[in-house]
């Protein structure tokens, strides 16, 4: 057993975290939240990390309006030059991947290599804002009228409100932040009051960046605290863009308090993500990809494999192989790297799982690989507990539900029309995959009759994504897009211009209008 308390101590004393009094509830200088305490309980130990303090009412409306004068000197500062701040970022993050990636990995439960890749994440995020920082292309077209001309530019948007998930506590909040800023907009963060502690870090790195370069303060700004505190950010009109990673319950209480003011969101929500295992699939690699995805973060990603849509010839085989595989894994603390699975979030996660199992076996489930709670030495939380798998249906209730813990369901299937209706027959669409070497079948599945979720893989998993794309799903998952491709576009304010350099002033569409 690996003894956490020194490690860890040398972990919050690099990344300038106290345990009783770690930061600001803004990240603002000297300025201290006044809200009720919220303490960090670590699920691989059940330790407390450190204590913060939560934003109140009156502590936002500091936050807000420092945000607002920040954004009038902040989006003056050419886009370069803001990138050139992000480029700044990386680099500290470099410097800090290994203690910031420990941090994550202790106060969220994922393994080591999933905390350092979670800091790698932001790390490409920094270097593709900064090119981006150059590449902030409108349009031009060509006008109807003679002598005028036409074109489309992109504006600063304002304040952006980030209300991050606790999975990943901090690569989510580096996608809209490093965006956001060589965009011109400004930043209040609410992270996960499930992983508040990683978010101090975060403002700890880019605090000192800040002051080298003499960002105006509040571009960065932090509020710790549960709901009510994201209510604050919903609610308010000064605020025209909130991005939203959580449940699908979350995002539509986010939609409906943002549409009300007819803001902007960018909801990331629920993922019901399933493989398809056709009969021409290479197993090998079907069987690791489904594996890595059910259990990976202890089945805790939005992108986490659920369903295993698997064709009748193959489907013996493949049940064998997962549960052979699943024997094999070793469940422990995640910043062990000989474990393969580390905890649940928290004991509500527990329940969670716990009662997931039973009402699938109440709806005629067939359990195939046992779970349930570890306990004894070395799983003291109790937020330890083992990867489960089970026989169902698509149309069980408890099947088309997500739930954030490592049940993996079977389904079966004869042929491809089948699987992918099965596929699709969710209310989530978030990521799909099939595992085929049959290029019509592959290019079926890609195509417009094919999987329904925003992203769609073919021959690799659901788990996982890279930063050059646009992240993000369809129906119930929100449909927003963050990261790559042209996703910077939501963080701006599109304007289509027209100038007239002639002596005449025509009407559109041919007009006339003499007086």
């Not at 975060?202 to 960002?215: A, D, L, P, Y």
């Not at 070793?330 to 699975?341: E, F, K, M």
């Not at 329904?452 to 998952?477: L, P, Q, R």
Request: glycine share 12%.
């Amino acid at each position: 057993m690996i003894e956490m308390g020194t490690e860890i101590t040398e972990v919050l004393k690099t990344l300038h975290i106290s345990k009783t009094n770690p930061a600001a509830s803004t990240g603002l200088v000297d300025f201290k939240g006044g809200g009720k305490t919220i303490s960090s309980y670590s699920p691989v130990d059940g330790s407390m990390i450190a204590s913060v303090g939560t934003c109140t009412a009156e502590d936002y409306e500091v936050v807000i309006k420092k945000a607002q004068q920040a954004f009038v000197e902040w989006r003056t500062w050419p886009s370069p030059k803001r990138g050139e701040i992000v480029r700044q970022i990386g680099d500290a993050l470099r410097q800090k991947k290994e203690p910031l990636g420990k941090l994550v990995s202790y106060e969220m439960g994922k393994s080591l290599q999933e905390g350092l890749g979670e800091v790698q994440e932001m790390i490409d995020i920094c270097d593709f804002a900064v090119g981006l920082s150059r590449q902030l292309y409108g349009l031009t077209m060509h006008s109807e009228r003679p002598l005028h001309r036409m074109y489309e530019q992109y504006h600063p948007l304002g304040i952006v409100g980030i209300i991050s998930a606790f999975n990943f506590p901090v690569a989510v909040w580096s996608w809209n932040t490093m965006l956001a800023w060589v965009c011109g907009d400004v930043c209040v963060w609410k992270p996960s009051e499930k992983a508040p502690i990683s978010g101090v870090a975060c403002q700890n790195i880019i605090k000192e960046v800040f002051e080298k370069n003499r960002v105006p303060e509040g571009v960065s700004c932090l509020v710790q605290g549960d709901y009510t505190v994201g209510e604050m950010m919903t609610n308010d009109k000064r605020v025209p863009l909130v991005s939203a990673t959580g449940s699908i319950r979350m995002g539509k209480k986010v939609a409906m308090a943002v549409g009300s003011r007819l803001g902007n969101t960018l909801l990331e929500l629920g993922g019901n993500n399933a493989v398809i295992i056709t009969e021409n699939a290479d197993l090998k690699i079907s069987i690791v990809g489904a594996l890595f995805g059910a259990v990976g973060t202890c089945g805790q990603r939005c992108t986490s494999t659920r369903r295993l849509i698997i064709h009748e010839s193959v489907y013996d085989e493949v049940k064998n192989s997962l549960v052979k595989a699943y024997g094999q894994l070793r469940i422990g603390n995640p910043l062990d790297q000989n474990n393969h699975v580390g905890p649940l979030i928290d004991k509500q996660a527990v329940e969670a799982y716990l009662n997931a199992l039973e009402k699938v076996k109440a709806e005629g489930g067939n359990i195939v690989v046992e779970g349930g709670v570890l306990q004894g030495e070395g799983y003291e939380s109790g937020c330890y507990v083992k990867p489960a798998i089970a026989e169902a249906k698509n149309h069980f209730e408890i099947v088309q539900q997500e739930t954030f813990a490592p049940i993996l369901y079977l389904l079966k299937y004869r042929d491809i029309d089948e699987a992918i209706a099965l596929q699709n027959g969710v209310a989530q669409g978030l990521s799909s995959a099939i595992m085929t070497t049959n290029l019509r079948q592959a290019e079926l599945f890609l195509s417009y009759a094919g999987s329904d979720c925003g992203i769609a893989n073919v021959n690799i998993g659901t788990s996982g994504a890279e930063i050059g794309g646009a992240f993000g799903g369809e129906k119930e998952t929100g449909g927003g897009r963050e990261s790559g491709s042209d996703a910077w576009k939501v963080y701006m304010r599109r304007q289509t211009n027209t100038i007239n350099y002639s002596t005449e002033l025509p009407l559109a569409q041919g007009i006339k209008f003499d007086l």
